[in-house]
Structures are given as C-alpha cells and as structure tokens.
C-alpha cells in the first residue's frame, strides 16, 4: 500500500471528524444565542442567568399558590357520609336517610330525613370538628358522621 493514500485516508478521516465537532459546536451555539440580539456568548449567557433568575421567582410565586389553595381545599366540603334506614316500625322501606357533609376539619352539616306514613321531617345539624353540640344525634347520624370522617 503506498504511504501517499493512506496519509490521505487518515487525513480525509481527520477532516470528518473535524467538521463533525465543528458542526455540532455551531448547532449549539446558535441555539445558545437564538433569543439574544447580539450574537456574543456573554450576551447570551446573561440572557439566561436573567432568564434562570425569572424562573426561579416564577416557580417561587406558583409554590406560595398551590400552598394557598391548599389550605383553601381544607373548607371545601369533600367527606361525605350517607345512610339509609327505618326509624319507624308502621313503615315499610328504608325510606329515611342521614346525610353528613364535612370539610377536612370535620366541619359541615347533616341532614336528616325521617319519613313515616303521615308525614316526611326534615332536619339540618350543624357539624363543628366532627361533633353536633346543639342537638342529640340518633345512633344512625352518628354512624353517618363517623363515615364521613374516615
């Protein structure tokens, strides 16, 4: 094999691997300096200190939100507990129920419908922690409560 080609060769292979390198540095680079008017690395690497600056007080201010609805959520009625039952021995069907309707803090209302044959009552507790101070609770809206909060 003569030296002349494959002094060639391992130059033509040098070139390519060159331009390789080269190619993919000037990729880079553009895409460094692609939102800077001035086509500078400094520039561009203020740019995006500035911009990573931006974000970390973006991402700071969305943290105190989300921490905020959070609490907020806390209000929001999202335990339930139902029943239905029989409170009367003339009527037939479990046609009575207790609902319970609680915050995160335990803190709601129940409802409670008790249906007999002359007539349908409607009564409406109010929940603080879990517990009705005001009024007695039947062994059903107790059970309903103890639902809700689980």
Do not use: C
């Not at 040098?14 to 390198?21: D, P, Q, V």
């Not at 553009?30 to 911009?51: E, F, G, M, W």
């Amino acid at each position: 094999m003569d030296p002349t080609y494959l002094f060639y060769a391992i130059s033509g292979l040098w070139l390519l691997i060159i331009t390789i390198l080269l190619i993919r540095t000037m990729v880079h680079y553009n895409s460094l300096t692609s939102n800077v008017s001035k086509k500078d690395l400094v520039t561009a690497l203020n740019h995006l200190i500035s911009v990573s600056s931006q974000n970390t007080d973006d991402i700071k201010s969305v943290s105190e939100k989300f921490l905020k609805e959070t609490v907020e959520n806390r209000k929001h009625l999202q335990r339930l507990g139902f029943r239905r039952y029989n409170p009367f021995t003339d009527t037939g069907g479990d046609q009575s129920f207790s609902a319970a309707f609680l915050d995160d803090n335990g803190d709601g209302l129940m409802i409670s419908s008790l249906h007999s044959r002359e007539n349908t009552r409607l009564y409406a507790k109010q929940v603080e922690k879990g517990q009705v101070t005001s009024q007695a609770l039947s062994k059903e809206e107790q059970e309903v409560i103890k639902e809700a909060l689980k």
